[in-house]
């Protein structure tokens, strides 16, 4: 039994499907704490005091990104994954020599920002005041233990993705949250705001030990010294366009939070909650697919028509995936915030502007998900320049707008979603066609043919929910003049939590309905895919077969 459990945490997932479906399942998991952690801290503290929790993790996450996402997606794992099955020892000397050189920066940056970090959340955010702005860096200093925690532990997150050992990396996220949601549920009531920063630590903590022991199996082992030879050269090499590409990203991010705290001291709680909903379809069905197909698409960089055939194959079942649940979001907006944050403390003014957030984010999450897949292709072909790049021009698009939206035009926090949504836009069909003259794949307009038969069922589902809602919601039928109609007989009173829960699991079922319908009069090939996955998951319980083009062993434990 034991030997069973270990077998099943230290296996490969050896195709894109298998690692996918692995990183899926996690991801819900992971989503669904995400909002439990969520729900819980607008259960204990009030749009306002959200607001300068979140905006405590600025300064942090401005280091960790650059750091960490500016490096292994596009550098590091490409590098290490062709390491792995040329020279082993290599391989894990360089893993080494990242995590020492990545820790060392960090302790750097960290300590300068920790240093300023009074100035610059003067600057900011303007809008909060003194006393506030004291609270947001007390909670930021001690934040930054945390993402040193990360710093090592994405190496190790690297490490296992490249060796196709997605499960635990897949799991950490769940400690993570864990630890924000137990630290609040438990020391709230006597350390306040500070309660979820300890839970931040114990869970950035747990994140790293559970995957440390499988890391240290497949070979990794930390070394006192920095060694900088030509492989870390090329990752550096490599990485470079990426880190000034999450450089912009995180200027853009900064931006938001300067603008959201202009507008109003909650307006960054509504701003990063519904950033929380929308990720889920992004999560779900964006990075996961992205995730899964680096390593293979790297692995068939000279297979042009292999590598084609996976990428594309991929972005269809991505769009079709994501576009109904993209409709979903922005019907049911509001019953879905209410559902998940509505607390005594979360009034209804704060589940309107949520709402609206979430809408305008659902709008450009099929280009968000895309634009991570269409990158890690370019990824996988050493091109790093080409997709930073068009994501640098969408993001001076996005801060733009922004600006525009809420300093000229006035607009309220759903204005930076919507600002964001189109910079994706840009960014997502961008990559497209530059993909698509790079592999010399035909016409673009051939190509767009099942992503246009997937739009139109997705919204075909959508105006059906929309109708749906609207019908079956009490207070519709009272606020439009008297009709002789006995409606009471047939609608629910959604003032109740229930009721509401009711309706909206019985509008999104019809929706799917609808969607799978609409899919199969166009004869759409991802509704089959989508199928046939079920039947192998659910019906045969046989997971799909592993092509042995991707059965050569990377470690040691392959050949035991």
């Known amino acids: 039994m034991v030997k069973s459990i270990k077998k099943i945490f230290s296996s490969q997932q050896s195709s894109v499907l298998s690692a996918a479906t692995i990183i899926m399942v996690m991801v819900v998991a992971s989503r669904i704490l995400g909002l439990i952690r969520q729900r819980t801290l607008a259960s204990f503290f009030t749009p306002d005091e959200l607001s300068l929790f979140f905006a405590a993790f600025r300064l942090p996450d401005l280091v960790f990104e650059v750091l960490v996402f500016g490096t292994f997606s596009a550098a590091f794992i490409p590098v290490f994954t062709g390491l792995l099955r040329k020279n082993r020892k290599e391989a894990w000397a360089v893993a080494a020599t990242v995590v020492n050189f990545g820790f060392l920066i960090f302790v750097i940056l960290a300590a300068l920002l920790i240093f300023f970090s009074s100035h610059l959340y003067g600057i900011l955010a303007p809008g909060f005041t003194n006393g506030q702005q004291v609270t947001i860096v007390s909670l930021t200093r001690i934040l930054f233990a945390a993402q040193g925690f990360f710093v090592v532990s994405y190496v190790l997150t690297a490490v296992l993705e490249s060796s196709r050992r997605f499960l635990i990396p897949a799991i950490a996220p769940l400690f993570y949250n864990l630890g924000i949601i137990f630290g609040t549920l438990l020391l709230s009531s006597k350390y306040h705001l500070m309660a979820p920063v300890i839970g931040v630590i ?37 990485a470079a366009p990426r880190v000034i590409e999450v450089s912009f990203i995180q200027v853009m991010k900064t931006v938001e939070l300067f603008l959201a705290s202009l507008i109003s001291t909650a307006s960054y709680t509504y701003f990063t909650l519904g950033n929380t909903i929308q990720l889920i379809p992004v999560g779900l069905f964006g990075t996961s697919i992205a995730k899964a197909s680096l390593p293979t698409l ?171 809602l609207k019908f079956f919601d ?41 969607y799978f319908l609409v899919s199969y009069l166009l004869k759409s090939e991802e509704l089959g895919n989508f199928l046939a996955l079920v039947k192998r998951s659910f019906v045969s319980k046989k997971v799909a077969p592993i092509p042995a083009k991707e059965t050569e062993p990377v470690s040691d434990l392959d050949k035991n």
Do not use: C
Not at 202 to 230: C, N, T, W, Y
Not at 341 to 358: K, L, N, P, R, Y
Not at 387 to 414: D, E, H
Not at 484 to 493: E, R
């Open 298 to 468: 790297s692995r068939q960089s000279g297979q042009k028509a292999l590598f084609r055939r996976t990428l594309f194959d991929a972005l269809y079942q991505m769009v079709f995936l994501i576009l109904p649940l993209s409709a979903a979001l922005i019907v049911l907006r509001i019953p879905i915030v209410r559902l998940l944050f509505g607390t005594d403390i979360f009034d209804w003014e704060a589940t309107v502007q949520t709402g609206m957030v979430v809408s305008a984010f659902a709008i450009g999450v099929i280009f968000q998900a895309a634009s991570a897949l269409l990158a890690r292709a370019f990824y996988a072909m050493h091109d790093t320049k080409t997709p930073v790049i068009v994501s640098i021009i969408s993001l001076i698009v996005n801060v733009s707008l922004a600006f525009i939206f809420v300093k000229v035009l006035g607009f309220p926090a759903w204005a930076l979603a919507l600002a964001y949504s189109i910079g994706v836009f840009i960014q997502g069909t961008s990559l497209f066609i530059l993909v698509n003259k790079r592999l010399k794949n035909g016409s673009v307009w051939k190509l767009l043919t099942p992503l246009f038969k997937s739009l139109f069922a997705s919204i075909v589902s959508g105006l059906t929910m929309f109708m749906m």
């Open 474 to 514: 009490r207070w519709v039928w009272l606020k439009k003049p008297p009709v002789n109609l006995p409606f009471d007989k047939f609608v629910l009173d959604t003032r109740y939590t229930g009721n509401l829960l009711v309706l909206t699991i019985f509008v999104v079922a019809v929706g799917a309905l609808v």
């Open 202 to 238: 114990v869970g950035s903590a747990l994140h790293l030990l559970i995957q440390l022991p499988l890391s240290l199996k497949l070979g990794f082992r930390f070394k006192g010294a920095i060694s900088i030879d030509e492989n870390v050269k090329r990752i550096g090499k490599l």
